[in-house]
């Protein structure tokens, strides 16, 4: 309908009504399976990084800090840290399994960085504050650089195709697990520095890391579970939990120093059978 304005004489025609868009708005807005493990990620995450502050920064920095209490404390942050990764394997099983909404990519990053980013660099910041021997100011700038890795990596994960069963860079799960053994080794400080920063680098590298799909999954989720085992032994003192712990703290390291060597030589192999056919071509 037109409408002459008394004022300017000028016809209005009314504007079109926007089109209704409220049913979509349930459709990409509705949480799937797969998306409320992953929001169970994020709040491990959380969960983690509020221990390590109530469990093992405050006592320490009030003077109540008789051991058990921070290690109890310790141990349970670095278990939520585990569960969190439980929850990573299994949303993306059950999103290829069943279906994961619109917003489950976004979600999936987002919880990553709280527990894979967050929870091991205020954790790597809470340990230059309590250790023995470290230094506040650098223990930060590592866990900067930690952080730093982590969101990049999940930035690179979301922009840049990669080959299918294949992760570029050290997952953030396996490397916050990493950087949290070096940790709970206790190795003196520059050690322990240069192996935090030598896993955030891995991070960003191009070193290739199979999927866990299948049985690499299965093998996954069985070390998660010992590795639980593991910390429940350490924070109630059991006979031989310290030792059991360094083990498997010390057995995680070897496995995130392995996996680039066997990549790189991989690579190196690939490298030389192609140099060869190329010669082998030419020569023919």
Request: hydrophobic content about 55%.
């Amino acid at each position: 309908m037109t409408v002459i304005d008394p004022d300017t004489q000028a016809a209005w025609v009314p504007e079109a009504e926007p089109e209704d868009d409220v049913d979509d708005m349930p459709l990409s807005t509705r949480l799937s399976i797969a998306d409320t493990l992953t929001l169970g990620n994020a709040i491990c995450g959380f969960m983690a990084v509020y221990f390590t502050t109530t469990g093992v920064l405050m006592p320490h920095l009030t003077g109540n800090d008789d051991g058990g209490m921070a290690r109890n404390s310790a141990a349970t942050a670095v278990m939520l840290m585990l569960l969190a990764s439980v929850f990573d394997l299994f949303d993306g099983l059950v999103a290829r399994k069943l279906r994961s909404s619109a917003m489950g990519a976004e979600l999936d990053n987002l919880s990553d960085l709280i527990s894979f980013g967050l929870a091991p660099a205020y954790f790597v910041v809470v340990w230059g504050v309590v250790a023995e021997g470290a230094h506040q100011k650098v223990s930060a700038m590592a866990a900067v650089v930690l952080l730093l890795s982590v969101v990049l990596r999940l930035a690179r994960f979301s922009c840049v195709p990669m080959r299918d069963g294949i992760f570029q860079g050290m997952p953030s799960p396996f490397g916050a697990l990493t950087v949290v053994s070096v940790v709970l080794l206790e190795l003196p400080f520059i050690p322990t520095l240069l192996a935090i920063v030598g896993v955030a680098w891995l991070m960003v590298s191009r070193v290739e890391y199979p999927k866990p799909r299948g049985r690499l999954a299965v093998a996954m989720l069985s070390w998660i579970v010992l590795s639980m085992g593991l910390l429940c032994a350490w924070a109630f003192d059991a006979p031989g939990g310290e030792l059991l712990l360094q083990t498997g703290c010390a057995l995680q390291l070897v496995l995130g120093a392995v996996i680039p060597l066997f990549a790189t030589a991989r690579r190196v192999n690939t490298f030389r059978d192609n140099r060869r056919e190329a010669r082998a071509a030419a020569q023919s």
